[in-house]
Antibody, heavy 121, light 113 residues
Framework: EVQLVESGGGLVQPGGSLRLSCAAS????????MTWVRQAPGKGLEWVAS????????HYADSVKGRFTISRENAKNSLYLQMNSLRAEDTAVYYC??????????????WGQGTLVTVSS | DIVMTQSPDSLAVSLGERATVNCKSS????????????LAWYQQRPGQPPKLLIY???TRESGVPDRFIGSGSGTDFTLTISSLQAEDVAVYYC?????????FGQGTKLEIK
């Protein structure tokens, strides 16, 4: 059974940093693109960032480019999101998700339960 | 960016009746080389993460009941629930994966009348 478990969320002040983790199990983690998607309270879904199987290719939404860094450790079946210079508008539940196959630009077939990040003074 | 616009924003349907959600993209998401529409539908029940229902505009994900039907091509798409069940109360999102950035519709909230 595919499982994605996010952690690392919490309350942080504007301008602060936070590192999210996603622990994956039940599938061959190193063979899939991985993605972070966020959802502000009461709002819709927003793609944040995606990373290729070997980490050699990364894509970011304009809203986080230069502030967030996506990374992965295949040996640990783990995905990360380093978030710096956080703003109030980054407040959201952050989900990690997988895409089937080996290509960029595919739908998301499995999602974690999410971790809440609150940016507030 | 490809803008995805759903209609209506909310919908109330009686149990056993048909529910229809529409999704329109600002440009075609049909790839001519493989004749596939790069469009997915997700269901998000209250307090839950999104769940994939439909991909390639009309292919049902494994385990999804056959009352969920995806249709459309190019820029206009529809998710139909043929006979509404109580567990279908949720917000439904369409998403294009034709081009970067991935973009989602604003969501359609489905309730029981």
């Amino acid at each position: 059974e595919v499982q994605l478990v996010e952690s690392g969320g919490g309350l942080v002040q504007p301008g602060g940093s936070l590192r999210l983790s996603c622990a994956a199990s039940g599938f061959s983690f190193g063979t899939y693109w991985m993605t972070w998607v966020r959802q502000a309270p009461g709002k819709g879904l927003e793609w944040v960032a995606s990373i290729k199987q070997d980490g050699s290719e990364k894509h970011y939404a304009d809203s986080v480019k230069g502030r967030f860094t996506i990374s992965r450790e295949n040996a640990k079946n783990s995905l990360y999101l380093q978030m710096n210079s956080l703003r109030a508008e980054d407040t959201a539940v952050y989900y990690c998700a997988t895409s089937p196959g080996e290509k960029w630009l595919v739908y998301f077939d499995y999602w974690g339960q999410g971790t809440l990040v609150t940016v507030s003074s | 960016d490809i803008v995805m616009t759903q209609s209506p924003d909310s919908l109330a349907v009686s149990l056993g009746e048909r529910a229809t959600v529409n999704c329109k993209s600002s440009q075609s998401v049909l790839y001519s080389s493989n004749n596939k529409n790069y469009l997915a539908w997700y269901q998000q029940r209250p307090g839950q993460p999104p769940k994939l229902l439909i991909y390639w505009a009309s292919t049902r994900e494994s385990g999804v009941p056959d009352r969920f039907i995806g249709s459309g091509s190019g820029t206009d798409f529809t998710l139909t629930i043929s006979s509404l069940q109580a567990e279908d109360v949720a917000v439904y999102y369409c998403q294009q994966y034709y081009g970067s950035p991935y973009t989602f519709g604003q969501g359609t909230k489905l309730e029981i009348k």
